[in-house]
């Protein structure tokens, strides 16, 4: 993200979107890694900004209300955690979450990226301490706590 401060105007990429959140996901390179922490982190420091600034996305049309468009944003990957927790009470793939992360059905044009999205999701709750990682036969199992 870029800022100017004298102008007001934030350039947010994709890191602040107007109408859906942004593709954070996690690659299997970099299995420990928790780019759904970082994301909940980058934001908590965008709301250090104005409200008031002029938002430039990397899709969609420029807006205002900075602090709100953060806040939907956290609160909705927040209720889809919740969500996802009380799935994993059974053993589940990633692949098998995207129903409670998505609501929409996945093609395979966008495997990857939902691939992605879900495991930066359980990975998170993995940090959280809300979930645990279990490989059988090479395939990742992820349930509740």
Same mark, same amino acid.
């Given at each position: #993200?870029?800022?100017?401060? &004298?102008?007001? $105007? ?5 890191? $602040? ?9 996690? +690659?299997? @390179?970099? /299995?420990?890694?928790? /780019? ?16 008031? $600034?002029? &938002?430039? /996305? ?5 807006? @205002? ?9 956290? =609160? ?14 059974? /053993?589940?793939?990633?692949?098998? #979450? ?13 495997? +990857?990226?939902? @691939? ?7 990975? =998170? ?6 979930? $645990?990682? @279990? ?9 509740? &706590?």
């Amino acid at each position: #993200c870029l800022y100017d401060p &004298v102008g007001k $105007v934030l350039i947010s990429g994709d890191q $602040v979107l107007p109408r859906i959140s942004p593709n954070v996901s996690l +690659g299997v @390179t970099e /299995p420990a890694a928790d /780019p759904l922490g970082e994301w909940f982190d980058s934001i908590a420091r965008l709301k250090a900004l104005p409200d008031d $600034v002029l &938002v430039l /996305p990397g899709h969609g049309d420029p807006f @205002t209300g900075l602090h709100a468009r953060l806040d939907a944003m956290d =609160r909705e990957h927040r209720e889809r955690l919740d969500e996802l927790e009380v799935f994993l009470a059974e /053993p589940r793939r990633a692949i098998d #979450c995207f129903g409670r992360l998505f609501r929409r059905a996945i093609g395979p044009d966008m495997l +990857g990226m939902a @691939t992605g999205e879900a495991l930066a999701h359980v990975r =998170r709750l993995e940090v959280e301490g809300r979930a $645990v990682k @279990t490989i059988e036969d090479g395939v990742w199992w992820y349930r509740a &706590v």
